[in-house]
């Protein structure tokens, strides 16, 4: 069981008035000890250790923590870890199977849909929500989905391509490159 | 708010979980209510709300950004009573109100008696908000909602709403309310009187329009000077009227 402030002296961490959740997380279930104002990207990172969910800015604007909640995105800063139990939360870890990249981490790479990576995890799982409700989207319908989503480096226009990209290999048709409007 | 320090409550209660409050619907009577757990994504992709209520339709898609309004509620938003927030205006534009229920049962209050101040709310300690309630309309219901926003995702620098019904083309009803212009939510009563009884022309358009811009009380800040912020009022309650004048005309 995790417990999340290891840190904490057994006598003050008793006056802490903890709960215990469980939750699914990329397919396996796990359990942790939380305080209640834990928020979830912090249970993800430094409870579960998946440190790809990045924290941008803690405020809900850049969308760097973005998971997917029940198939559904939202920003993981936003949300408690106590309202997280009983439910799946599918973070980036969770995209790449045992051998193979998931086609939207090759789209970001074949299409440099990324320069520092910092928003790389929030962009990949905003473009999993979108793709898994609409398998081919326009690039203005990409544009919408990704507008929650800040990168201060690319521009953008890489990450659309990325995100084409792995909508039409996932669509099993070509993977030429994408052009988009500049 | 938690985060910005602004609150520390002790204990927090998390409704997310409660069944059956996630609805939107319309009721037989014409008047549409909304659940307090009914998020704006469930609102921005109604097609309830898309035939039957503009002004809602056009205010949705414009909420925070995408991702936000998987988690957000029309009815959080309403309690949270932040100047800047888009729903108390439409909500207020509608005439709506808010039901809140406590140990003593349930009680509804107009939503511009509800938003007492910024961030301040009518509900009782020990209530909470259940439902918003929408009026059924006087007439065939018209309207829409404008937002200036410096990017995707940002709170207004101005925001109006507008919500007429008309019977044919005398408008029946009229209700105007201004985000981000002032202390709290600005109903525009003013204006949207110089609009009830009259049917649209630019006459009553620029009135109207005129009137919405002295209701306003902005503020010079990082998204723009008052005069700015009044002229925006202005010209986005003449857009928004003009916009249903223009399609009466097309309609006639
Ligand atoms: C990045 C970002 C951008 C945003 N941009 C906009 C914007 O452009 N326009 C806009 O209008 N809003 C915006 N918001 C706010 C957003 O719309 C939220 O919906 C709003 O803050 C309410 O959130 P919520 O429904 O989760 O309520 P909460 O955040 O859970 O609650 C807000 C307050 O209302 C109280 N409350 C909530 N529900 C009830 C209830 N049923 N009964 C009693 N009290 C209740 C809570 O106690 C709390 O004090 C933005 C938020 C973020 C994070
Ligand atoms: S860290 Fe959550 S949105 Fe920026
Ligand atoms: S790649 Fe650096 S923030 Fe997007």
Redesign the interface.
Same mark, same amino acid.
């Given at each position: 069981m995790t417990s999340l402030f290891q840190e904490i002296t057994p006598g003050a961490a008793q006056e802490i008035p903890v709960r215990e959740i469980t939750v699914m997380v990329n397919g396996e279930r796990r359990s942790a000890v939380v305080e209640p104002r834990l928020a979830l990207a912090h249970l993800l990172r430094q409870g579960f250790k998946l440190t790809g969910t990045h924290t941008g800015c803690d405020t809900s604007n850049c969308g760097a923590c973005t998971v997917l909640v029940d198939g559904r995105p939202v920003k993981s800063c936003t949300m408690f870890a106590v309202q997280a139990d009983g439910h799946d939360v599918m973070t980036v870890e969770g995209l790449a199977g045992p051998s193979e990249l998931h086609a939207l981490q090759e789209g970001f790479k074949e299409e440099h849909g990324l320069q520092c990576g910092f928003c790389t995890p929030g962009m990949m799982m905003a473009s999993k929500a979108l793709l898994d409700e609409n398998p081919s989207p326009t690039e203005d319908e990409i544009r919408w989905a990704l507008s929650g989503n800040l990168c201060r480096c690319t521009g953008y226009q890489n990450i659309v391509k990325a995100v084409m990209w792995a909508a039409s290999k996932l669509d099993g048709g070509d993977t030429e490159p994408a052009e988009v409007d500049s | 708010m #938690?985060? &910005?320090r602004f609150a520390s409550p002790e204990m &927090?209660v %998390?409704i997310?979980e409660i069944p059956d409050l996630d609805y939107h619907r319309i009721d037989d009577d014409g008047s549409i209510r909304v659940g307090a757990v009914c998020r704006h994504a469930d609102l921005e992709r109604s097609s309830l709300l898309a035939t039957r209520q503009p002004t809602m339709a056009a205010a949705a898609p414009l909420v925070? %950004?995408?991702? +936000?309004r #998987?988690?957000g509620t029309l009815v959080g938003s309403v309690c949270h009573a932040d100047p800047q927030g888009d729903w108390a205006s439409v909500m207020t534009a509608l005439d709506a109100s808010i039901v809140a229920q406590g140990p003593n049962g349930r009680r509804s209050i107009a939503v511009r008696d509800f938003v007492r101040g910024p961030f301040q709310n009518a509900l009782a300690f020990d209530e909470v908000a259940v439902e918003a309630v929408v009026p059924a309309p006087k007439g065939e219901p018209a309207g829409g909602y404008l937002k200036l926003e410096r990017r +995707?995702?940002d709170y207004a620098t101005v925001g109006v709403a507008v919500a007429i019904d008309r019977v044919g083309s005398q408008v029946s009803r009229a209700g105007i309310a201004l985000t981000a212009v002032g202390p709290a939510t600005m109903a525009a009563d003013a204006a949207a009187h110089a609009l009830t009884g009259r049917p649209l022309t630019t006459d009553t358009i620029g009135e109207a329009a005129e009137l919405a811009a002295q209701a306003a009380q902005p503020k010079t800040d990082h998204r723009g000077s008052a005069d700015f912020k009044r002229q925006l009022v202005r010209v986005f309650t003449s857009r928004i009227l003009t916009g249903l004048l223009r399609s009466e005309e097309e309609a006639a």
């Open positions: - | #938690m985060k &910005l &927090l %998390d997310n925070a %950004d995408p991702i +936000v #998987m988690r +995707v995702g």
